[in-house]
T-cell receptor, first 109, second 115 residues
Framework: QKEVEQDPGPLSVPEGAIVSLNCTYS??????FMWYRQYSRKGPELLMY????GNKEDGRFTAQVDKSSKYISLFIRDSQPSDSATYLC?????????FGTGTSLTVIP | EAGVVQSPRYKIIEKKQPVAFWCNPI?????LYWYLQNLGQGPELLIR????????DSQLPKDRFSAERLKGVDSTLKIQPAELGDSAVYLC?????????????FGPGTRLTVL
């Protein structure tokens, strides 16, 4: 079993839709929970990180962590074509990082 | 603030040839990572440096891979000899001080193709 599981998609939505991206994990000791966005032929870009269970909002993006269920989500409101990218979840334990496989998202104008 | 710089961006070599990748992290970032990313996969750590010290190289295939960060700033990752299975994107990332270790900043990567 992988430490972090993420549905690779692909996910295709119309512009303006609410997008939900999810990851599950197995190690309850993970401390930080991150979401990265990766455009084609670019490196991952850190979008948000959270430490505890609950929600964290940044503009159109909301990160949600449920430690009891070992489940994290990223919600994108009013999705735009520029949001089309691969979204990677990641978790850290000390200085070690564990990445999901990424979910490919396409927002159709 | 300049981002993480990597070169070359693309490299095509024949198997058994050597290859080297270079990374210059964000100024002041003490922690430097080298990752390997295969198509459709997340990054996988190869080696992590704290200043000039390699503190985690457990996933580095030491028979053919080597890395150095001599002055605790820029770093080089080398493969010798390259194999077909080494075709991937090699990402470099850096983090600021220990209190913000979860904030990793990635470079654009070097896409290696081994023929």
């Amino acid at each position: 079993q992988k430490e972090v599981e993420q549905d690779p998609g692909p996910l295709s939505v119309p512009e303006g839709a609410i997008v939900s991206l999810n990851c599950t994990y197995s190690n309850s000791a993970f401390q930080y929970f991150m979401w990265y966005r990766q455009y084609s032929r670019k490196g991952p870009e850190l979008l948000m990180y959270t430490y505890s269970s609950g929600n964290k909002e940044d503009g159109r993006f909301t990160a949600q962590v449920d430690k009891s269920s070992k489940y994290i989500s990223l919600f994108i409101r009013d999705s735009q074509p520029s949001d089309s990218a691969t979204y990677l979840c990641a978790m850290s334990l000390g200085n070690q990082f564990y990445f999901g496989t990424g979910t490919s998202l396409t927002v159709i104008p | 603030e300049a981002g993480v710089v990597q070169s070359p961006r693309y490299k095509i070599i024949e198997k058994k040839q050597p290859v080297a990748f270079w990374c210059n992290p964000i100024s002041g970032h003490n922690t430097l990572y080298w990752y390997l990313q295969n198509l459709g996969q997340g990054p996988e750590l190869l080696i992590r440096y704290e200043n000039e010290e390699a503190v985690d190289d457990s996933q580095l295939p030491k028979d053919r891979f080597s890395a150095e960060r001599l002055k605790g700033v820029d770093s080089t990752l080398k493969i010798q000899p390259a194999e077909l299975g080494d075709s991937a994107v090699y990402l470099c990332a850096s983090s600021p001080d220990r209190g913000r270790i979860n904030e990793q900043f990635f470079g654009p990567g070097t896409r290696l193709t081994v023929l």
